[in-house]
């Protein structure tokens, strides 16, 4: 999963945004980053690029995630961590990133605590997280997809999970509960552009939990195939771009 994520998604939907984000954190200055959820390290690649003097720290709960990024990203600090139980020090860091990682969190306010913890006086706290399904132009037609393969039980992965945090004002009132002040807060919508409908559908459904909401559907060969013919009906056949929003917030402790 981390190999299709990285090859066919991480360029396409992901890399936009981290440079964005990673733009943001350079203009705080000289920095001791801590890095949550950083997957396969777009976010970390970008950070290490625009703030070459920062020392960055990068975390992921999975070990493989970690593996594939202290690859891709050897600049930086790699180690497993779960955000709710950061393994550091109060006041270590003077900036906690997360690029899409909140929405993955079981317990919001509890990781939303542990960064205010780990940040030092004056720190900030800056990440983004999905706006809803209906605004995210690739996922969107994938959702389409999903429904004509899969019309009596279509997987919701996308909207409850990626896209189910796509209220600002419970954001907002996530991070008020933990201690934190919102500073900053931007609906941010880029442009997605993409080489092939195919590659990255193949992407979504075999790099991303999707993969196993497929398995379990009996989805395989046939099922991709039309989540592909759907996608290419509403997007066209490729080169193809679509619009992706997302919120963006910094927080201070």
């Known amino acids: 999963m981390p190999a299709a994520y990285e090859e066919h998604l991480v360029p396409v939907v992901f890399r936009p945004f981290a440079e964005d984000l990673a733009a943001r954190a350079a203009t705080l200055g000289r920095q001791c980053v801590l890095e949550l959820a950083a997957g396969t390290g ?4 970008a950070l290490l690029a625009a703030a070459p003097s920062s020392d960055v720290t990068a975390t992921d709960l999975n070990e493989t995630m970690v593996a594939l ?6 600049g930086a600090a790699w180690r497993q961590a779960d955000a709710q139980r950061l393994p550091f020090p109060d006041d270590a860091f003077d900036l906690v990133v997360c690029q899409f990682g909140v929405m993955f969190f079981p317990d919001r306010i509890g990781a939303f605590a542990e960064a205010r913890r780990v940040m030092a006086p004056g720190g900030r706290f800056l990440f983004n997280t999905w706006g809803p399904l209906g605004t995210h132009g690739f996922e969107a037609a994938l959702q389409a997809g999903l429904e004509r393969a899969f019309p009596d039980d279509p997987p919701r992965f996308l909207a409850t999970v990626p896209h ?9 009132a996530d991070l008020t509960a933990a201690g934190l002040r919102v500073e900053h807060e931007q609906e941010l919508t880029l442009q997605g552009r993409a080489a092939s409908i195919a590659d990255l559908a193949t992407g979504y459904l075999t790099g991303t939990p999707l993969r196993a909401a497929v398995e379990q559907r009996g989805g395989g060969p046939a099922a991709l195939a039309t989540v592909i013919e759907e996608m290419t009906d509403r997007l066209g056949p490729g080169p ?13 402790g």
């Open 240 to 252: 193809v771009s679509a619009p992706m929003t997302a919120y963006v917030f910094r927080a201070a």
């Open 164 to 172: 189910g945090y796509a209220d600002p004002a419970a954001v907002a």
């Open 69 to 74: 990024g202290a690859a891709r990203a050897p």
């Open 42 to 45: 777009v976010l970390t690649s």
